[in-house]
T-cell receptor, first 112, second 111 residues
Framework: SQELEQSPQSLIVQEGKNLTINCTSS?????LYWYKQKYGEGLIFLMMLQKGGEEKSHEKITAKLDEKKQQSSLHITASQPSHAGIYLCGADGAGTASKLTFGTGTRLQVTL | DAGVTQSPTHLIKTRGQHVTLRCSPI?????VSWYQQVLGQGPQFIFQYYEKEERGRGNFPDRFSARQFPNYSSELNVNALLLGDSALYLC??????????FGPGTRLTVL
């Protein structure tokens, strides 16, 4: 079965600083999804990457997919308190996004 | 448009009882998936239903069952509850086998 490892497990950054979260898969990535979760709440869809080398951006968040390394990264520029939460990567190793395998998450805190 | 809705938001049960969780997908979405998220971990896939048929099942015991109704809403049933079933249960919907959108979850506590 596919496993996703996220690093770091937790992160505390000062407001305005940049940060990167990594997600590494044990198997080939057909599609990689990034979600954000506030503690105890549902997941908010951020971005989906499907092709090797693909890069997508939304506001101050950029995600990249390195198919050869079976890895994705999420980069936040000039972090804000609103970026705080748990970031989860999910993979559809079976070729369908309806059966995602998730990493354990990266907890981000942004200090003033 | 309304997002995915789930009910109830919180639930407290005792060991051995059964529970039914409900999910209404985004209008037009035909696929519903259920996930279990234990504290400190990522969500784990339980079931997927598409057009009222089970299309996938995760590594969960037979105490877990689900169904999808003609209006595409879904129910997750768990029998003979164990303490380890305490978790956030998430429902997600998608139009086809594409991007899933999650509901707010149901927090189940088993005492």
């Amino acid at each position: 079965s596919q496993e996703l490892e996220q690093s770091p497990q937790s992160l505390i950054v000062q407001e305005g600083k940049n940060l990167t979260i990594n997600c590494t898969s044990s198997k080939t990535l057909y599609g990689l999804y990034w979600y954000k979760q506030k503690y105890g709440e549902g997941l908010i869809f951020l971005m989906m990457l499907q092709k090797g080398g693909e890069e997508k951006s939304h506001e101050k968040i950029t995600a990249k997919l390195d198919e050869k390394k079976q890895q994705s990264s999420l980069h936040i520029t000039a972090s804000q308190p609103s970026h705080a939460g748990i970031y989860l990567c999910g993979a559809d190793g079976a070729g369908t996004a309806s059966k995602l395998t998730f990493g354990t998450g990266t907890r981000l805190q942004v200090t003033l | 448009d309304a997002g995915v809705t789930q009910s109830p938001t919180h639930l407290i049960k005792t060991r051995g009882q059964h529970v039914t969780l409900r999910c209404s997908p985004i209008s037009g979405h035909k696929s519903v998936s259920w996930y279990q998220q234990v504290l400190g971990q990522g969500p784990q896939f339980i079931f997927q239903y598409y057009e009222k048929e089970e299309r996938g099942r995760g590594n969960f015991p037979d105490r877990f069952s689900a169904r999808q109704f003609p209006n595409y809403s879904s129910e997750l049933n768990v029998n003979a509850l164990l303490l380890g079933d305490s978790a956030l249960y998430l429902c997600a919907s998608s139009f086809d086998a594409d991007t899933q959108y999650f509901g707010p979850g149901t927090r189940l506590t088993v005492l």
